[in-house]
């Protein structure tokens, strides 16, 4: 018999409802509505009110998401490259170091910023701070940073001595105000000045306690402003000034008008008349200057590098520490990253950890080798039980479904640590293999403490997540499939593996995702039945979070996880295709 | 059309009975045997055991008692893969994750057919039903027709002696299920195989069917041709179930030799009728007239009858009309008339005179 049409063989011609179908597939893509305008764009006029209502529904669940659970999140991810600490607290320094050659000591330039930043960072109390941050890259920074906190306050101290000794006015907080201070801050803090009286006097008169309270002045002195004439005659004090100013008002809420100033302005001024600089000074204090430019070369002369190696801790003479100083002065580091790799980055580029201390690298390995351990424990186990569960009656299949959910009801510690009562040497398991002689009461297995107790555990915890998307998918494979194959022809074995399994894939797919997702950054499990050689990666990230305070580490470690996780996403839909997961 | 009765059977059904829960029966000694190149239909409504008998001989359910023999031998311990019998799905059944050429190869790679070979086979099945440019096509982007197609070709394509269908058109729409009908049936006679088929469609059944089994209740109620299953059914369920149909209920009070005479409950009035299933006079019966048999303002001979009747209600229905009518007290009588030009159309409240020959009206059993 001849063809008919090969592309229409129901050859009909009225409105059936594949011909409904065939019609639809060939209409033109470019339609236009009544009106002229494109069918797509009046459309989506159409619908743009149903998307904003939409949109309108989600916006609690969006905002609440977003502020608890996206921003903390990026924040704390943020943090893996995040290094400002350094740049932010010791500027002086790192501007100082761009000159450095690396090999040799720093220079006393260098020594001199250091000591600045120094002096300041301490009176914020943030040095310690610095030392901690240092001492991931480098062990024993830590306590070089809080034994010179302690004692960088005495540079310059032998600089102060002689100014007072050449004029005694150096030593009154006026003078430096007529120095360093602007006009305009001296004017605004007298007016300060005067609010404050009155106010005092108002409250003396007041009759009443609460009346005196109510007229309290708490109004902050007015910030400091440092004078233009100072910055430019002698700039470094000015910097160091008003730095001191700045700490004396916020940290003390004292004046400077009141306060001596540190060392390390003393230090400054002699750095700058020593320099030369000051010559072109006109202000008030201009005799003063003057008087001193021509006295310092006479000072007594004390390097601010000897001062750190003699005085403080000779440990700054290893150029190693200033390597690494200068290796994370940018407020940007892939320092925690290359550490997450077992890399290190030293002032002569990246290098491979010490033998000894090389972890992540085999702790990933690890959390990928058991997470995939227990995706396939799961699917060994779940896949049968699944294939039960659809193929049986309703009622029989609710209930046995309880009892896979039975678990989920069950809290996650109390089960795990079931598991340690069921595994341990002594354990319950263990016990009824030796009763039944499988093994001698001398080899007990060691199924706790270590990845085996880990693989159990976890694949019994997870063992639900691979089941319940199996079983939603295999209930929606039509048993007629199965039928059909064996009236072509197909053994039991052969329509299970070429029929149903195909189809059962999605469910694999789904629940493989979940499972291997969730193991990989599973936490309490492995660490409480993990011993030593089953924890996960998840377990060195909440070490740093809580007890080393690495946060910066742990933030890269988790990058790397949520990379990890990523990636291996991207490849299941390259492999499988993600439409190919189903959850039913 | 190849008679079935006088060959040797092919399939045998012999005493078969189903149960699934141990309490009823749900094929209830089931004697059928089908002849070889036979297309039988089994027709009935739902639950009356028919996909039950389909699906003991595809091998999927087990009789209860009774033995199913295929050519000559038994097979209720033979499973479905090995019995031979090709298979169609009223949800076509094709398998979604492979191509139609994949679905057609399944049966052939199962059988170990040799590359080459196999690839000539689904051509030429595929070409059988005019399918052959979709091979490489998913069944999901066939329309519902080209799908049972290919579920056909599928079922054919490893050439098995017998096929079954499970109400294969249910699921199309009016005009495309005409068309397969006829190309399966077409198909079924080209190839010479032996189909049994089950449908409850009965106008399926009629046009396809060498012989239909009607079943209700677990029992073939009756196996005829079309033409003798529609015009001399044998019990008042086949009437009613096949065609349209007219019932008088009454009592026999004349019987002898062929002829009876039924008094009409309603109205008492007497006519004339052809005994099926009353044995002796006072027997209560179904009168039984098909609603075309029945003609307006006869002219015939006495022996012809007459009743008044009332019209409530005149459908036109394109090529029949239909018309209601009142009689002998029911309201339900339908008269069907060609669209002749010279047909009248009544109005609903004429009063009219009906008639029908007494070979046309068979009393049946209550």
Known sequence: ?584 | MPDGHSQQAFVEFDRVQKSYDGETLVVKDLNLSIGRGEFLTMLGPSGSGKTTCLMMLAGFEVATHGEIRLDGREINNIPPHKRGIGMVFQNYALFPHMSVAENLAFPLEVRKIGKSEREAKIRRALDMVQMGDFGGRRPAQLSGGQQQRVALARALVFEPELVLMDEPLGALDKQLRETLQFEITRLAHDLGITVVYVTHDQTEALTMSDRVAVFDDGRIQQLATPDALYEQPQNSFVAQFIGENNTLEGEVVALEDGRCVVRLDASGEQIDAVPVNVSKVGDKTLVSIRPERVEFDPDWDERSLTLDAEVLEFIYMGDVFRTRLRIAGRDDFIVKTRNRADQTRLRPGQKVKIGWLPQDCRALDP
């Not at chain 1, 998401?65 to 740049?87: G, H, K, Q, W």
């Not at chain 1, 004029?167 to 300060?192: H, K, V």
């Not at chain 1, 989920?408 to 089960?415: A, D, E, H, K, M």
């Open chain 1, 1 to 584: 018999m001849a063809r008919s049409s090969a592309t229409a063989p129901d050859a009909f011609t009225g409105a059936t409802p594949d011909n409904a179908m065939r019609d639809a597939d060939r209409a033109e893509a470019a339609m236009v509505a009544a009106d002229g305008t494109p069918l797509k764009r009046s459309l989506n006029r159409a619908l743009r009110a149903q998307k904003l209502r939409a949109l309108a529904l989600i916006a609690p669940l969006l905002i609440f998401v977003l502020v608890t659970f996206v921003a903390p999140i990026a924040d704390m991810l943020f943090r893996s490259v995040e290094n400002d600490i350094i740049s932010e607290n010791l500027p002086r320094t790192v501007q100082a170091l761009d000159n450095w050659n690396g090999e040799d000591l720093p220079d006393e330039e260098v020594f001199r910023a250091l000591g600045a930043d120094l002096v300041i960072a301490s009176e914020l109390r943030n040095h310690t701070r610095i030392g901690s941050r240092l001492n991931y890259e480098m062990t024993g920074i830590s306590s070089l940073f809080r034994q010179t906190g302690r004692d960088v306050d005495d540079i310059g101290e032998i600089y102060a001595d002689q100014f007072i000794a050449l004029d005694e006015a150096w030593e009154e907080p006026s003078t430096w105000m007529t120095l360093m201070a602007a006009d305009r801050w001296i004017e605004d803090r007298e007016g300060w000045l005067r609010d404050a009286a009155e106010a005092e006097a108002a409250q003396d008169a007041a009759e009443t306690r609460e009346e005196a309270r109510a007229l309290d002045f708490d109004t902050p002195e007015p910030a400091f402003r440092i004078s233009d004439l100072a910055s430019e005659a002698l700039p470094r004090t000015a910097s160091i000034y008003s730095e001191f100013a700045r700490v004396i008002q916020t940290e003390d809420e004292d004046s400077p008008a009141e306060e001596d100033p540190w060392n390390i302005v003393y230090q400054a001024l002699y750095e700058d008349l020593s320099a030369g600089r000051g010559e072109g000074y006109e202000g008030e204090a201009a005799a003063l200057i003057a008087a001193a430019r021509e006295a310092v070369p006479q000072f007594e002369e004390r390097s601010v590098r000897d001062f750190f190696l003699e005085e403080i801790d000779e440990d700054w003479a290893d150029t190693q520490i200033w390597g690494t100083i200068e290796a994370f002065s940018d407020p940007y580091t892939a320092g925690y990253f290359l550490t997450a790799a077992d890399l290190r980055l030293t002032a002569n580029g990246i290098e491979a950890q010490p033998e000894g201390e090389q972890i992540y690298l085999m702790l990933f390995q690890r959390t990928l080798f058991m997470s995939l351990a227990i995706m396939f424990s799961c699917i060994a186990l779940g896949y049968p039980i699944a294939f039960l569960l659809s193929n049986l009656p309703m009622r029989t299949s609710n209930l046995l479904l309880i009892l896979v959910l039975l678990p989920f009801w069950t809290s996650l510690l109390v089960r795990t640590s079931a598991w340690k009562v069921l595994l341990q040497q002594q354990g319950v398991i263990n016990d009824i293999l030796v009763w039944l002689g499988v093994i001698s009461d001398t080899a007990r297995l060691a199924l706790i403490n270590n990845q085996t107790g880990t693989i159990i555990a976890m694949t019994h915890i997870l063992l639900p997540f691979m089941i319940l998307p199996l079983y939603s998918v295999m209930k929606t494979i039509p048993p007629h499939y199965v039928r059909a194959a064996k009236s072509l022809g197909a053994t039991n074995w052969t329509a299970f593996w070429r029929v149903y399994f195909p189809q059962s894939v999605p469910g694999i797919g789904a629940g493989c995702i979940l499972v291997f997702i969730l193991s990989i950054g599973y936490y309490i499990t492995p660490e409480l039945v993990g011993g030593t050689t089953g924890t996960f990666i998840s377990n060195r990230i909440a070490y740093h979070i809580s007890t080393s305070l690495n946060w910066g580490l742990a933030a890269a470690l988790g990058t790397i996880l949520l990379v990890v996780v990523l990636v291996l996403y991207y490849l299941y839909d390259r492999l499988v295709g993600i439409d190919n997961v189903s959850l039913g």
